[in-house]
């Protein structure tokens, strides 16, 4: 239902902006889609649910599914419809294939990159779950898909809670001391900008676990820290025996071109809002014949 809901949101949007101006023919047309490169398509239940809502005399007949890898010149899609339909939609679709089927084509690169390591979209999103739905079909990881997924400590929050005699790093310390296991130990992410504020979300957060005798791992996202000092930090993790209660997630300014230093430094996974955003287009074009 939040897919659902999130598709009919964008899609009333896109079809809004697209406006009813132009002429087109009163009758039965027929085009196809054909892929002008190579890459995975993404978006195909998104263009049925924009047809059966907005363009409803449009039949689509699909050649490729989500994930299916497509050559220069493949056909995607066979459409047939009425002609005035057939040409309002003919952007919108395009727009909506296009871009998410460039961004799981570039998922998958970094994919290809990390290995066994994960790499994730984060919350900085473009066309909110179209976005981390595409990254899906790239083989990437999608986060949370909203705020209410997971809890999760930032720094600021532990600036704006510390008391006149805390220093940050016990500030830290009582947040995790103070969350309710019962409730949020299944999702749960601390931010952690120094080695020692990581060392400390994982001490707190041991203490918590054994005393419920619980087995759930906190998310630890080093913010800004770099693959050296995430290093650290997974070594150190191992020595203190706190490495199996932390899941280690790397944070900040990655590109493509950083991920095999990041695959050496110890981390479960990286995350990145440059896996989705800014990302080009699959180029697609749609050919009209008459019915």
Not at 42 to 69: I, M
Request: aromatic content about 4%.
């Amino acid at each position: 239902m939040m897919m659902i809901e999130s598709i009919d949101r964008w899609m009333f949007a896109m079809v809004s902006d697209e406006g009813s101006g132009g002429s087109a023919p009163d009758s039965q047309i027929e085009s196809v889609i054909i892929s002008k490169s190579r890459g995975l398509i993404c978006g195909t239940f998104v263009v049925d649910r924009l047809l059966e809502e907005h363009y409803p005399s449009c039949l689509a007949e699909w050649e490729v599914s989500d994930g299916s890898l497509v050559e220069a010149g493949d056909e995607i899609l066979r459409l047939s419809g009425n002609g005035i339909d057939m040409l309002r939609s003919e952007r919108v679709i395009l727009n909506i294939l296009g871009r998410l089927s460039g961004i799981s084509t570039y998922s998958s690169s970094w994919v290809e990159k990390a290995g066994i390591m994960g790499v994730a979209c984060t919350r900085k999103v473009d066309w909110g779950l179209l976005d981390k739905w595409a990254v899906h079909v790239g083989g990437g990881l999608t986060h949370r898909l909203s705020r209410e997924d997971a809890l999760m400590i930032k720094d600021s929050e532990v600036l704006s809670s510390r008391v006149a005699s805390e220093t940050e790093d016990e500030a830290l310390a009582r947040l995790v001391s103070e969350i309710d296991m019962d409730t949020d130990s299944h999702f749960t992410v601390v931010e952690a900008r120094t080695v020692n504020q990581a060392l400390t979300v994982a001490r707190a957060w041991k203490r918590n676990q054994e005393e419920r005798e619980g087995s759930e791992r906190v998310v630890i996202l080093l913010d800004n820290m770099g693959p050296r000092l995430s290093s650290q930090v997974s070594v150190r993790l191992d020595e203190e025996d706190l490495r199996d209660w932390c899941v280690l997630e790397g944070s900040g300014g990655i590109t493509i071109d950083d991920v095999m230093e990041w695959t050496a430094c110890g981390v479960d996974l990286i995350s990145t809002s440059s896996i989705n955003r800014g990302v080009p287009p699959l180029d697609l074009s749609m050919r009209f014949n008459e019915g």
